[in-house]
């Protein structure tokens, strides 16, 4: 009812809170190419920050008639780790997973990074597990 939501983490100096907030989307029935460039874009809003380091480009994405979608981000991604890593990887999945017949992203990076998996499949039920959101969230 309130239309589509792109997930930031948010910019606070305090340790408590919501680490993620939204800002809307503005248009009408996005595809997930719109939604995860205007992520890959940054936020308009105050009180948001972009998670991810410096320019990331998709390099692939495709949907499976299970309803997950495969992404592929250029290599800049994969220099993300730990609670960096688990934000940006939130922010995509809550944001993609609101449109109709994606269940799970795959996220995976062009290069090699012995750090990381080569790819990793999240769905919103995780991410709310790990209380990024606010205790509000539908």
């Not at 380091?53 to 992404?71: A, T």
């Amino acid at each position: 009812a309130e239309g589509f939501k792109l997930y930031f983490p948010v910019t606070r100096d305090i340790s408590y809170g919501s680490a993620l907030a939204t800002q809307p989307w503005e248009g009408e029935d996005p595809t997930p190419e719109q939604l995860l460039e205007a992520l890959l874009d940054g936020p308009t809003q105050e009180g948001l920050r972009s998670p991810f380091p410096g320019v990331v480009v998709i390099l692939n994405m495709e949907l499976d008639g299970d309803g997950v979608l495969h992404i592929t981000l250029s290599e800049q991604y994969g220099g993300l780790t730990d609670m960096a890593q688990t934000l940006a990887d939130a922010c995509i999945v809550m944001t993609l997973c609101q449109l109709t017949g994606i269940t799970e992203v795959e996220i995976s990076t062009d290069g090699f990074w012995a750090s990381r998996p080569a790819s990793r499949t999240l769905r919103p039920e995780q991410i709310e597990l790990m209380s990024l959101l606010p205790e509000d969230f539908p």
